[in-house]
Each structure stands twice: as C-alpha cells, then as structure tokens.
C-alpha cells in the first residue's frame, strides 16, 4: 500500500471494522428471523461503503465480498432464509480479509492499460434488432458495440467503456439476469432500459436499481438512437470537456493522458480545418489552440471565435512554442484567456486549466444554482424539465412532476431562528438528492417548494416513490446545531403529463408551466388534507362513496399504520372493521362504497374474510374491484382458496408495510390494454 493509503488506512480502520460489525449484527438478526426491513437498509448502505473503500484501500477480496453482500441484502422482496448462511460465510470472510495485510499496488510499470472507450453498448438477446441498433449508432458518429448476453456484456467491459448501455430486458436468461446485470452496471455506466406496456417490467424496481431511462421498445431503430444522443447531451452538460486542436498528435496525445489523468473529458482535432465543425459536436467547456498550424494559426482561430456570438464566451488557452518578445501580447490581444509555453509540466496544464474552469464554474453555478441548497434552480429546471416534455411527447414515454413543500416553514423559523430553517432547507434538498436517481431533475424554486422532473415514471411509480420519501423525511431531525433540532413533514402535488390533455395549447402541447400549476394544486389539496402526505393531480374531486381502497382489518394498530401509509401516498382509504359490515358495503348492485381494490383480513369478526370473498364474488363486487388477503396463514392449501375465491393477491403475516404498498401500487395499476380507472 502506497505511504498516502497506508496513513488514511490508520485512520479509517476503526471506522472500516464498525461497518462491518453492523452488518454482522444484521445476518445474526437474519439467522433468528429478527430482521426487519429498515436494519436492513442500514446494514445494506454498510455494505455499500465497504464495497467502495475496501478496494481502494487494497482489500480488492473484501471488495467483492461487501459487493455481493450488497446485492442479497437489496433485493426488494427481502432476503430469503437460505441465503442468510450464505451471508454469514461472507461477512466472515469479509473481516477476516480486512484484519490481514492489504495487499501492495501493481507496479506502475506493470499495471494494465486502461479500457477504451466508446459511445454505445447494446446488450439484448435479439441479435438482429441489436445489430441495426448498432449500424444506426456508427452511421451517426457513434462508436457502438453488441454483447448478446449479460456474460458476453462484461466480457465486452473488461476492454471496452461505453458512455452509455441500451439494455433490452427480454433476454435468453430472463428478466432477472437483466435487472441483476443493470444492478451490477448502472452504478458506473448510464444504461437506457427498453420497455413495453404488457411486459413484466417494474419500472420503480429498475429505477431503484439505477436505470436513466425508459424507451418504447416499439419505437424504430433511428428514433431509439435519437434518445440515446439526448441521454449523451445531457451527461455531456454535467462533464467537464476539454477539445484541443494541434496539428502535432504527440502533443495531443501527452495532453490527453496528462488531463484524463485529472478525470477531465478530452476531445482531439488534428486539423485545424475542422474547428467550427468540432465545436458543434463537442460544445467544449475550454478551447486548447496551438499558436501555429497549416493553414490557420492558433490566434487567427482565436480571433474568430471571439467575433462568433455563439463561442465569444468559451474559454481559450493558447499552447506556444515562441519566446520571442511580444507574443504573450499577441496571444491576448487576439482574445485568449491564457497560455502555456511548451515543453509544459504535466502539473502546470492541469493547474492553470482548474483555474480557468472555476471561473467558469462561478459564473454558470450563480446562474443556475440555487445558493442555498446548492439544487437546480428555477429556470434552470424548467429547461431541463421541458427537454424531458419534448422526450415524452416524442417517444409517447410517461413524466410526472412532483412539487414538494416542507409543512409550517414559517413555525420552523419563529421556534428555531433562520439559521434552523435554512438547515431544514439544506437537509430536505440533501435528503431529495440521495432519494430520487441522478437522471431525475432535483430543484428548489421557491422558499420551502422543491419540484421534482420525473422522465420514465408513471403516476403509479411517481406516486410510491413520493410517498416512499414523504414517510422518510418524517424520523430525521433538522436543525442548525444539537440543541436547536427539530422534525419536519413534507407535502406533495403529483401531476402527470399524460393526464393534462385538457390543458393543451393550440397546438396541442402541454407546456412546463400547465404541468407545475396542476401538481401545485394538488399539493394545496394535500395541504389543507392536513399536510404530510401526497394527493395526485385529476384525483381531487372524487366522490364521496369512491375510494382507492377499502381496508376490511380488526386490528386497531395495523389498521392505523396501513391507513396512514395509504393516506401518505395520496390514496383515498375507507376503513371497515368487521366481515359482515364488509359484505353490506362492499357487495350488491349498487353498493353504498364503491372501492378500486379491497385489503382483506382473513380472520374477522362475524364472517371471516374467505367467506367475505366468496360473497363479494357472488354479488358481483369482483368484476369491478381487485382483492388482496391478508392472513397469519401461509399454507399453500389456504393460499390457493384464497386466489380460487377471487384474490388477485396473496400476503402473509407480518409483513413488511413497504412490500405490502408496492403489491397495492402494482394491484391499482390498470392491465395492459385496459383503459385507466376513473
């Protein structure tokens, strides 16, 4: 291990071996069936952190290890019994690999090459379709690749490191190798997920695990590519992007290992003909000229960037060879920035390039970053959300806008001064960023109202991830120091484009504007429901006797939390406590509760809930309305009465309430083809 490691190594090793003790705590929890979902997730962010640090540190075996722990412990359905033995042999690997000796750095000399890289990888079993994906990328100028396979596909990333992976989930191995391939990817690759409205897909579940996108998988081959060049754009805005032009491809080459060295994207001209053409298909943060080259010099080129009201602005450094008195005066008065004289140190390029970039950085931040939290601001996030509306309506992709509000700012700031409140704001913005993916639009606008640009979810996933943060966000306390500390609840508007037809212009588009009014609506529904909690734009004036689910369950203090989990999420819960009284309200013609989907308790007072089902089958309740049973029961003989009588869906007791809301999401959620419920 290097001298720097080793003195961090002695610093951090303490903190290293208590994340590992968690998670042992975890799997010995998991052992006795005492694991509940939320240690879970503690001990999975662990395992997390000591995939990370572990390698670098030199423990490249614990590396893996916490990886694969990582991966059992985020499954969404909860780890399965057997699979706690094998939790338990890691995380004693795991400690034992990080009390020994980590191991020393390949020598300098000796270590591989790094990886190429490309544009485009395109893994997917058809190997057609793949291949005129492929044909359509390269004859548009990008580099692409076909892996048949999620095997072939590492195979390919061993050498080979696209910006981007289209991933068609229809694969020989079945979904599941798909989404444990995405899982595996998406942390250091953006990958694009092909999708189809009857497929078994769960768009939240490949959100969860990192997906950037979602594409029609009936869209021709030409207009998936033109999302892919979206998807470049707009990793290319957040890169920092070097283009440097020199007729010499050694100087080229020496500064491209020099500045990707310091994670910057370097782009290449050896042909100062190409300029204009280059600069359209790079849009550079900085301009590298050599002072001479065939053809035109470094400061013609100069000259006429600053005179191009397009490029007037980029920053121009101008590399030169000359000593002779007076070209440090050219060089300016032709327009550049600054300059280096070559032979140039490594050090001094990449020093006097940051410097250049952080004024640059200043000047776009202020513009566009709200100073506060440090999100997206306003116009800023409306730029960003309405090239997603253009995507959408394009690509007939779903996209949800969520617009947020802490509950009582203005009591936040009377009882904990400004400096409490700015840290609520500070907290509820760190909190935002870490819940929704890198591809949402993450914004503050106004005061305590954070608005949210979801592209690929509908409003049934939008929905339960919003809810899903609202519950979050109501355990950690806030606060500008440890006496002044305090919790906070959150409301939220949730809006959809697709449900917005009514509000089109005359031309029959929705703009940004007409997609926020509608979720703020929704959000002041939610305020004067009381706050802490979601309501859905369209859903607001629904009638009396309609609700989302009607919750048949005796038991007083389940029966509270589901109905509050239900009500977080902006769903419209009608509660009832007995068999019989389910039967009168639920059953007949026209009965007096009209419910989309029923939660149905087995054991009941006065008709158990078998016998409540059969008779709503009777009454003819099942062909309008979806039932879920509840039951301490879990023998398959009684699960399939359950399904026979009618049920759409099956739950034991206990229960993890987050599993039981997605059951209920996806329950809600119309089958392909069906029209959308009222």
Not at 56 to 80: H, K, N
Not at 132 to 156: I, K
Not at 421 to 450: K, N
Not at 481 to 492: F, G, L, P, Q
């Amino acid at each position: 291990m290097a001298a720097g490691l080793s003195a961090i190594w002695a610093r951090r090793r303490d903190d290293v071996l208590a994340a590992v003790e968690v998670v042992e705590d975890a799997v010995l929890d998991g052992l006795v069936g005492e694991l509940d979902d939320a240690r879970r997730e503690v001990a999975r962010r662990q395992a997390h952190k000591l995939a990370g640090s572990a390698g670098t540190f030199g423990f490249l075996a614990a590396g893996e290890m916490a990886r694969e722990i990582e991966g059992i412990l985020d499954q969404p359905e909860g780890v399965a019994a057997d699979q706690f033995r094998r939790l338990a042999d890691l995380v004693l690997s795991l400690r034992e690999a990080l009390e020994a000796d980590p191991a020393d750095p390949a020598d300098p000399a000796e270590a591989p090459a790094p990886a190429a890289t490309g544009d485009l990888l395109v893994v997917g079993s058809d190997r057609e379709r793949m291949q005129r994906l492929a044909d359509e990328a390269a004859a548009r100028g990008l580099e692409a690749s076909v892996a048949l396979s999620p095997m072939e596909a590492h195979e390919v990333l061993e050498h080979w490191r696209p910006r981007i992976v289209l991933l068609d989930p229809v694969l020989s191995e079945g979904i599941q190798a798909a989404l444990a391939f995405l899982t595996e990817v998406a942390p250091s690759v953006p990958v694009l997920v092909l999708t189809d409205p009857a497929g078994e897909l769960d768009r939240l579940d490949v959100a969860r695990r990192g997906g950037r996108g979602f594409l029609p998988r009936s869209l021709p081959v030409a207009g998936l590519i033109d999302f892919v060049f979206g998807l470049r754009e707009r990793l290319r805005a957040n890169e920092t992007t070097i283009l440097a032009v020199d007729d010499d491809l050694g100087i080229l080459d020496t500064i491209r290992g020099v500045l990707e060295a310091d994670q910057l994207t370097v782009e290449l001209c050896s042909e100062p003909s190409r300029l204009w053409e280059e600069l359209e298909r790079v849009n550079p943060d900085l301009l590298m000229l050599d002072i001479e080259m065939p053809g035109a010099s470094g400061l013609e080129l100069c000259r006429a960037v600053r005179n191009d009201p397009r490029w007037s602005a980029l920053p121009v450094l101008v590399l030169t060879g000359r000593s002779e008195p007076g070209t440090a005066e050219d060089i300016f008065v032709a327009g550049a920035d600054d300059y280096i004289a070559k032979p140039f140190g490594g050090r001094e390029l990449s020093a006097r390039i940051a410097n250049r970039l952080e004024r640059v950085r200043l000047l776009r931040d202020m513009a566009d970053t709200d100073h506060l939290t440090g999100l997206a601001n306003r116009r800023r996030a409306v730029e960003a959300i309405d090239t997603f509306r253009l995507l959408s309506q394009r690509g007939g992709q779903p996209l949800c806008l969520a617009v947020f509000d802490i509950d009582g700012l203005k009591q936040i700031n009377r009882a904990l001064g400004h400096a409490g409140g700015d840290a609520a704001l500070r907290g509820v913005a760190r909190a935002l960023t870490q819940h929704f993916r890198g591809e949402d639009i993450v914004s503050r606008w106004d005061g305590g109202e954070f608005v949210i640009g979801m592209f690929g979810m509908t409003i049934a996933d939008g929905r339960q991830r919003v809810g899903e943060f609202v519950e979050q966000i109501r355990v950690v306390a806030f606060g500008a120091d440890a006496v002044h500390r305090t919790t906070i609840t959150v409301s939220a508007g949730l809006a959809e484009l697709a449900d917005l037809a009514d509000l089109a212009d005359a031309g029959g588009a929705i703009d940004v504007e007409a997609l926020y009014r509608a979720a703020d609506e929704a959000l002041a529904a939610a305020k004067t429901a009381g706050g802490d909690r979601v309501r859905v734009a369209g859903q607001l004036d629904a009638v009396a006797t309609a609700f989302d689910v009607a919750l048949v369950e005796d038991d007083e203090m389940l029966g509270d939390l589901l109905e509050h989990a239900l009500v977080t999420r902006g769903y419209r819960p009608r509660r009832i406590l007995d068999g019989m009284q389910a039967v009168a309200l639920l059953g007949g013609v026209d009965p007096p509760v009209v419910a989309r989907l029923i939660v149905l308790d087995w054991d009941l007072p006065s008709l158990d809930g078998l016998s409540v089902l059969r008779a709503l089958s009777e009454a003819g309740t099942l062909r309008r309305t979806r039932v879920i049973m509840l039951t301490g029961r879990a023998t398959e003989g009684e699960v399939l009465e359950a399904l026979e009588a009618g049920a759409c869906d099956h739950v034991a007791k206990p229960f993890s309430v987050p599993v039981l809301m997605q059951r209920i999401r996806r329950a809600l959620e119309p089958p392909p083809g069906d029209p959308p419920s009222p």
